[in-house]
């Protein structure tokens, strides 16, 4: 069984910082992108950032304020948020997607049940 769980979340002031960390734990032979997404009230869950081998991509909206990084070893992805920004509230859901349980696995998209980041003006 294959278990995605975050941490990191809280309420910080606006200009405040704060660091997610999701890891993946269970049979897992390979992981082919991680990231993150939001969700606000009533609306739908957006891409925040997500890293592959390749390289890293972020939403127009935080760009220059997140950063996104991994460590593959222990299956594990982290969003450092900076200059954070009351429009950033949201619960944030953290995305493994292309997982694969051994070398002849399917792959297939985990997501983790997600933390409240509240960013108060």
């Known amino acids: 069984q294959v278990q995605l769980v975050e941490s990191g979340g809280g309420l910080v002031q606006a200009g405040g910082s704060l660091k997610l960390s999701c890891a993946a734990s269970g049979s897992i032979f390979n992981i082919a992108t991680m990231g993150w997404y939001r969700q606000a009230p009533g609306k739908q869950r957006d891409l925040v950032a997500r890293i592959t081998s390749d390289g890293s991509n972020f939403a127009d909206s935080v760009k220059g304020r997140f950063t996104i990084s991994r460590d593959t070893a222990k299956n594990t992805v982290y969003l450092q948020m900076n200059s954070l920004k009351p429009e950033d509230t949201g619960v944030y859901y953290c995305?493994?997607?292309?997982?694969?349980?051994?070398?002849?696995?399917?792959?297939?998209?985990?997501w983790g049940q997600g933390t409240q980041v509240t960013v108060s003006s």
């Open positions: 995305n493994a997607d292309g997982l694969r349980k051994s070398i002849r696995d399917y792959p297939r998209t985990y």
